[in-house]
């Protein structure tokens, strides 16, 4: 049975459905439909326990790609990696990648996600030119920022409920090379991070900032801001940064978590000290923007009961004095994991009006599945997030409550009035119990 990726909660029934034609129509079937792409969202917005989920990745294929202009035309299930692939080596970038290329450009568009380089490209949705949209009446619509513009608009960020999307035109950006010139700069408390933030992040293109969510006191929000840009191009007969794929893969479930507080512990303070002496270089593109990809599965080390992804955005006059409540209280709580990750939004609209991404700071970070004191821990931050006015990713969420998801997405009701009837969720019938 398809997951999401943290494997909460956990489906034990749908029907499955493998697409492979983008001009067949949709399955004949009285339960709810739901598109699955990867199954790279934490959480249920990829899930339908008993429904229908609509398997895309059959629909991988490369339609139309311009070289002069970087306009690319493809189906909704291929991956990003594989697009990259393909396109890097001609000259031109995907605008926006998240932190794994396992995705489908379908699940880029419906979570409308975003990348390192948001302060200066915004979100995946605002270099999508159009995209074919099917509904269950059998309609296919051409849709765009210019026609069924509020469709268009519904679809961008719209969690897969506004029917299934076949075909998308796509604005890539130059590249010279598959290379990035990257920077690691230590910061040792969370004043020091504001502080460079300011003063150089506006320069790079890509950034995002790792934290160590277990260091307290005078330590609290150390981390590494981690800058890059596109190479220039390279002389040649000069030896350049290779990449193989070398990935390990977890080869079974583990009973149990192998994260615990001396783990990560551990694992945060030797990051901490490899990184001070990480210094600028060239680098190829696959680590810098996929590190984690070169762990196949790395999601089984939180064992069979999962783990839970928070992400949250704080709006920028609330963001200085949001996180640090916020990083105070995951520290002394001590069930936060290696993976925290610091990031400024800039101010470009995203287009969807479900879209997450909004002009502030955002925390992300995995906490092992501990029942009742991960819930607790949880309904902590939510008072925080929600008291300085801000929101949790529903594609990162397997728990907001439905008063959450409200505040924090006052178009909702808007954006329901174009779900297709035929289309649902379990992420979305938890919303409108
Ligand atoms: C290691 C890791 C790092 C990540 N980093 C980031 C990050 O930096 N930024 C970020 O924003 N996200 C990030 N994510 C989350 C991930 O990018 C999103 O959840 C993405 O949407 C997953 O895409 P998917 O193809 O796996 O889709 P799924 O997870 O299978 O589905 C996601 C949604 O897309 C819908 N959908 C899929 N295909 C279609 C289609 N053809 N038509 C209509 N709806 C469709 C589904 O119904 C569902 O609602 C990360 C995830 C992981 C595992």
Not at 21 to 33: E, F, I, K, M, V
Not at 168 to 178: G, K, S, T
Not at 216 to 227: E, K, S, Y
Request: charged share 20%.
């Amino acid at each position: 049975m398809p997951t999401s990726w943290n494997r909460l909660p956990r489906v034990t029934h749908a029907r499955l459905i493998e697409l492979q034609d983008r001009n067949a129509g949709l399955p004949d079937t009285d339960s709810p439909l739901l598109a699955w792409g990867n199954g790279r969202s934490y959480g249920d917005v990829c899930l339908n326990d008993g429904g229908t989920l609509l398997l895309t990745q059959g629909m991988d294929r490369l339609i139309t790609f311009d070289r002069n202009t970087g306009v690319l035309d493809c189906e909704a299930g291929i991956m990003l990696g594989d697009i990259l692939r393909w396109c890097l080596p001609q000259g031109w970038m995907l605008p926006v990648v998240p932190g794994t290329q396992w995705i489908t450009v379908g699940g880029a568009i419906a979570n409308d996600v975003h990348g390192k380089n948001h302060h200066v490209a915004g979100t995946f949705g605002r270099h999508v030119l159009e995209m074919e949209l099917l509904r269950s009446d059998g309609e296919r619509l051409l849709t765009s920022p210019t026609v069924n513009a509020e469709l268009f608009a519904a679809t961008i960020g719209g969690l897969g409920l506004t029917g299934l999307i076949t075909r998308v035109r796509l604005r890539m950006i130059p590249a010279n090379n598959e290379l990035m010139l990257t920077e690691g700069i230590p910061f040792g408390h969370l004043d020091a991070f504001w502080e460079l933030n300011d003063r150089i992040g506006g320069e790079w293109p890509y950034t995002v900032s790792w934290i160590d969510c277990v260091a307290r006191g005078r330590r609290l929000g150390r981390g590494v801001f981690l800058a890059g840009r596109h190479a220039p191009p390279q002389p040649a007969g000069v030896r350049l940064p290779q990449w193989r794929d070398h990935s390990r893969s977890i080869p079974f479930d583990l009973p149990f978590s192998l994260l615990n507080r001396h783990s990560v512990r551990g694992f945060n303070a030797l990051y901490y000290r490899v990184a001070r002496s990480s210094g600028r270089r060239l680098q190829h593109y696959q680590p810098y923007f996929f590190p984690l990809d070169g762990i196949r599965n790395w999601n089984r080390v939180y064992g069979r009961k999962g783990f839970y992804q928070y992400q949250c955005v704080l709006p920028r006059e609330h963001a200085r004095e949001g996180i640090r409540a916020l990083l105070r209280r995951i520290a002394t709580s001590g069930q936060g994991s290696f993976l925290a990750v610091l990031k400024t939004f800039g101010d470009m609209p995203s287009p969807g009006l479900l879209s997450f991404p909004r002009p502030g700071v955002t925390l992300a970070l995995d906490f092992s599945n501990h029942g009742s004191l991960t819930h607790r821990l949880f309904a902590d931050l939510d008072d925080m997030v929600s008291s300085a006015g801000g929101a949790l990713y529903p594609g990162k969420d397997a728990r907001m409550s439905v008063t959450m998801f409200r505040r924090g997405f006052p178009q909702w009701e808007r954006f329901a009035t174009f779900v297709d009837p035929a289309f649902s969720s379990t992420f979305w019938r938890r919303m409108n119990p």
